[in-house]
């Protein structure tokens, strides 16, 4: 099992940045790729970005390509999400996850270990 303790989130107005933290612990050498992903209320959890962690490939979803960046920290076990040109639309709770499989997958059921998520509130 991989733990996975998630930092960053907050209130900005439309326009600012926020960067996230995720940190990782345990079994940390399974770790294929992670990922964030994001959940508004009453909506389903949606795909926001991943990165693998060998070779540092990353996937975005289209709505946040071009504002968004993915990165890791190898040494740290910590992946970073860099959130610029932030939208009202943005606004979730924000949850990190990791793929001990081969394969990066949008859907979330296929995520093994998830963090607690952490609160992102854009304002207009």
């Known amino acids: 099992q991989v733990q996975l303790v998630e930092s960053g989130g907050g209130l900005v107005q439309a326009g600012g940045s926020l960067r996230l933290s995720c940190a990782a612990s345990g079994r940390t050498f399974s770790i294929y790729a992670m990922a964030w992903f994001r959940q508004a209320p009453g909506m389903e959890r949606e795909f926001v970005a991943a990165?693998?962690?060998?070779?540092?490939?990353?996937y975005y979803a289209d709505s946040v390509k071009g504002r968004f960046t993915i990165s890791r920290e190898n040494a740290k076990n910590t992946v970073y999400l860099q959130m610029n040109s932030l939208k009202p639309e943005d606004t979730a709770v924000y949850y990190c996850?990791?793929?001990?499989?081969?394969?990066?997958?949008?859907?979330?059921?296929?995520?093994?270990?998830w963090g607690q998520g952490t609160q992102v509130t854009v304002s207009s």
């Open positions: 990165i693998r962690w060998s070779g540092g490939t990353t």
């Open positions: 996850a990791v793929r001990e499989g081969v394969v990066v997958t949008t859907t979330s059921r296929e995520w093994h270990s």
